[in-house]
Nanobody, 126 residues
Framework: QVQLVESGGGLVQAGGSLRLSCAASGRTVSSYTMGWFRQAPGKEREFVAT???????YYADSVKGRFTISRDNAKNTVYLQMNSLKPEDTAVYYC????????????????????WGQGTQVTVSS
């Protein structure tokens, strides 16, 4: 079992920045792929970013160049730095982990991930 707890969400004006954190417990996640998804009201949950065990990253086109995913294996934590935020970034953001050992592929589908956090709300005002 892996427990994921997100933090760092909140209300920010357009153009601003937020940094989300996701602390994992129950198992060391340094060898696993982790990522972020988001779900806006009335919309499907969508892929945002992923980072594999050697810290290679992949992003959705909608956030590329504005968001940065990173990980601190010593803290068992993954981060999402969000810059130049737009009102369309408003959503609940979910941290995810895929428990495939040292897998270097990029995973973007919801079903690719085994564990999910409870989500943190990000609201961007115009």
């Amino acid at each position: 079992q892996v427990q994921l707890v997100e933090s760092g969400g909140g209300l920010v004006q357009a153009g601003g920045s937020l940094r989300l954190s996701c602390a994992a417990s129950g198992r060391t996640v340094s060898s696993y792929t982790m990522g972020w998804f988001r779900q806006a009201p009335g919309k499907e949950r969508e892929f945002v970013a992923t980072i594999n065990w050697i810290s290679n990253t992949y992003y959705a086109d909608s956030v590329k160049g504005r968001f940065t995913i990173s990980r601190d294996n010593a803290k068992n934590t993954v981060y999402l730095q969000m810059n130049s935020l737009k009102p369309e970034d408003t959503a609940v953001y979910y941290c995810v982990v895929r428990t495939g050992y040292r897998d270097s592929y990029y995973y973007t589908r919801r079903n690719d991930y085994d564990y999910w956090g409870q989500g943190t709300q990000v609201t961007v005002s115009s």
